[in-house]
Nanobody, 114 residues
Framework: QVQFVESGGGLAQPGGSLRLSCAAS???????MTWYRQAPGKERELVAD???????NYADSVKGRFTVSRDNAKDTVYLQMNSLNSEDTAVYYC?????????WGQGTQVTVSS
């Protein structure tokens, strides 16, 4: 059974940092891994992705603040989030994609508030 364990979400103050982790129950080696987020009343949006080869891509709103990385030995993808602001408040989801195969995590809440 495919499963993700997402962790690291929670409450952060503006300007603070959080690190999200997404551990897969399968080998992620060949998968492109993506972090998405969905804020209340808004559509789900891509935050950052990392290919199987390690190339990364970021939404303009998080460039320079967020860093996506992966550890294939641990089948885990990370999202380091710095300089958080209220607009980063959302449920964050990890996604694994390889060809037509697509897996989603259950989501982890990130709330940025003073």
């Amino acid at each position: 059974q495919v499963q993700f364990v997402e962790s690291g979400g929670g409450l952060a103050q503006p300007g603070g940092s959080l690190r999200l982790s997404c551990a897969a129950s399968f080998s992620i080696t060949g998968y492109a891994m993506t972090w998405y987020r969905q804020a209340p009343g808004k559509e789900r949006e891509l935050v950052a992705d990392i290919t199987s080869g390690g190339s990364t891509n970021y939404a303009d709103s998080v460039k320079g603040r967020f860093t996506v990385s992966r550890d294939n030995a641990k089948d885990t993808v990370y999202l380091q989030m710095n300089s958080l602001n209220s607009e980063d408040t959302a449920v964050y989801y990890c996604n694994a994609q390889w060809g037509f195969v697509n897996y989603w995590g259950q989501g982890t809440q990130v709330t940025v508030s003073s």
